[in-house]
């Protein structure tokens, strides 16, 4: 059993290119988010996803759009990305019928945006 | 906006006892959760408070009081591998995690 996979694990981009940073769990986990860590600044919600076919926007949404077409996928997509959006996004998965709703996290990818 | 704070770094001797201290303002409150996050990896779950009081986990416990908005980590017989960073994190009104920045710990010999 994985957990949660990220992919990829580190990448460089130039401004103004579109990219989708993948995740993907095996826990059939309902909920499952996306993050960014920025030194300082602790973890921010970007967009999050309470049950397949649903989403919604977290603090810092602007510049991010999600999907959730099944239980186990969650894609991120910078449309167009530009430098502020370098940072370490870390995907993670909750099931809300549990006492507790922990979150577990993914490995996590570095973006650089140049 | 939700709002927790917690020192920014700590500094303990193998073997030692460290409380790392938080404390939050948040619209609802729905949980508190203890993360440690090792350098370049992913945060791992290290206890969770909804009622107030004391929550043991081996060497590490957690505790809470609801009416002060404060919380605190302990961990005792510090090792070299404790140290991390250490996020607070607060499950509000709306079930939404809100984290602190986290308090990097370090252990010396």
């Known amino acids: 059993i994985a957990g949660i996979t990220q992919a990829p694990t580190s990448q460089i981009l130039a401004a103004g290119r579109r990219m989708t940073l993948r995740c993907t769990q095996d826990?059939?986990?309902?909920?499952m988010y996306w993050y960014r860590q920025d030194l300082g600044l602790g973890l921010r919600l970007i967009h999050y996803s309470n049950t397949a076919g649903t989403t919604g926007k977290g603090e810092v949404p602007d510049g991010y759009s999600v999907s959730r077409a099944n239980t186990d996928d969650f894609p991120l997509t910078l449309a167009s990305a530009v430098p502020s959006q370098t940072s370490v996004y870390f995907c993670a998965s909750s099931d809300s019928s549990s006492g507790t709703d922990t979150q577990y996290f993914g490995p996590g990818t570095r973006l650089t945006v140049l | 906006g939700q709002n927790i704070d917690q020192p920014t770094e700590m500094t303990a001797t193998e073997g030692a006892i460290v409380q790392i201290n938080c404390t939050y303002q948040?619209?609802?409150?729905?949980?508190l959760f203890w993360y440690q996050q090792h350098a370049g990896e992913a945060p791992t779950f290290l206890s969770y408070?909804?009622?107030?009081g004391l929550e043991e986990k081996g060497r590490f416990s957690s505790f809470l009081s609801r009416s002060k908005g404060y919380s605190y980590l302990l961990l005792k017989e510090l090792q070299m591998k404790d140290s991390a960073s250490y996020l607070c994190a607060v499950r509000d009104g709306d079930y939404k995690l809100s984290f602190g920045a986290g308090t990097t710990v370090t252990v010396r010999a």
């Open positions: 948040t619209s609802g409150f729905n949980g």
């Open positions: 408070n909804v009622l107030d």
């Open positions: 826990m059939r986990h309902n909920a």
